[in-house]
């Protein structure tokens, strides 16, 4: 069933394409017009999204051992998440991000099951942090999200087509009404300090802990679209007017939302049906990976 005829063209970057996964058409904006339902295409894209995070995932050893015999990373949140997606001319994903808007407080957020969460002199320092943040970010009449699952493959890693995913992600959750919001980012290849050049500070005095579920080292980081670096000013500028042509696929057809107060945003007033497994990995935390 679809709202509107979706055009073939879709938004591209060079050769590269977005896509953007909604979870139900309820949960679309008005601002995005090149929306449809299709529950098989969107089970489709999520079978995909998870197939290239296992493959990029495998080099984190615990979360090798944890992955389904497909090979899939799979999270039971992909099914009520945003997400970023970038192919090819063929169709083939490239890379993709997950974006989640927090309605609840801190334990909603994957950075809650962190080991930075359990230790006695920091967890309660990034609570009190997160905290502020979503206050902060209600005071400013904006959402607050949560960004993560940045997957690449290897020939995209370092590149602007990665940087091109991070920001459509801001723009995705600027959409949405959001303003702020909260990233942990693995220092494998480079991944925070990208996020860092984009914009992405350290949360507080918060340092960048080791974190043994996946056997390396991670940062949390928050951003903001009002401290995005100048240098990637025109880029984003670029995005925000491309995303209205981007293709966004829904699962179902959902209810409508009550407008609340946090959606203006700041600037801007068949094959695929074991993709559902039951046993998810509780991994939400997990997201920057280069």
């Known amino acids: 069933m679809k709202r509107r005829h979706v055009i073939e063209r879709i938004s591209t970057t060079g050769k590269l ?27 489709k894209l999520i079978f995909d999204i998870q197939l290239l995070r296992g493959n990029v995932y495998r080099e ?7 992955l389904l015999p497909d090979g899939r990373h799979f999270q039971s949140l992909d099914d009520t998440s945003w997400h970023v997606v970038l192919e090819n001319e063929n169709g083939r994903i490239l890379g993709c991000s997950r974006y989640r808007p927090v ?5 909603q957020l994957g950075a809650s099951h962190s080991a930075l969460a359990s230790s006695r002199k920091y967890g309660p320092l990034l609570r009190n942090a997160v905290e502020r943040q979503i206050a902060h970010a209600r005071n400013r009449n904006v959402q ?7 997957a690449l493959r290897p020939e995209v890693r370092c590149s602007t087509a990665a940087v091109n995913v ?3 992600t801001f723009v995705l959750a600027e959409k949405l009404g959001g303003g ?14 990208i996020l860092r050049r ?11 802990y080791y974190e043994p579920k996946y056997g390396c080292v991670i940062e949390i980081l928050h951003f903001s679209m009002s401290n995005l670096h100048p240098q990637y000013g025109n880029r984003l500028e670029r995005l925000k007017q491309e995303v209205e042509d981007i293709e966004v696929v829904c699962a179902s057809l959902g209810t409508k939302r009550r407008r609340s107060q946090f959606e203006q945003p700041l600037y801007e007033t068949g094959v695929y049906a074991h993709s559902r497994v039951p046993q998810p990995i509780h991994y939400s935390h997990l997201v920057s990976r280069m």
């Open 198 to 208: 984009l914009g992405g500070r350290r949360l507080g005095d918060l340092p960048a």
């Open 60 to 66: 984190y050893g615990p979360i090798a051992s944890q």
């Open 17 to 43: 394409k977005f896509r953007i996964l909604a979870p139900t058409l309820g949960d679309v904006p008005d601002s995005l017009l090149k929306t449809s339902v299709d529950a098989r295409t969107h089970s």
């Open 166 to 168: 991070a920001l459509m």
């Open 180 to 193: 702020l919001g909260i990233t942990t980012a693995t220092t494998r290849h480079h991944s925070s300090s």
């Open 103 to 107: 309605t609840g407080g801190f334990e």
């Open 144 to 150: 607050y999200g949560e960004a993560g699952m940045w």
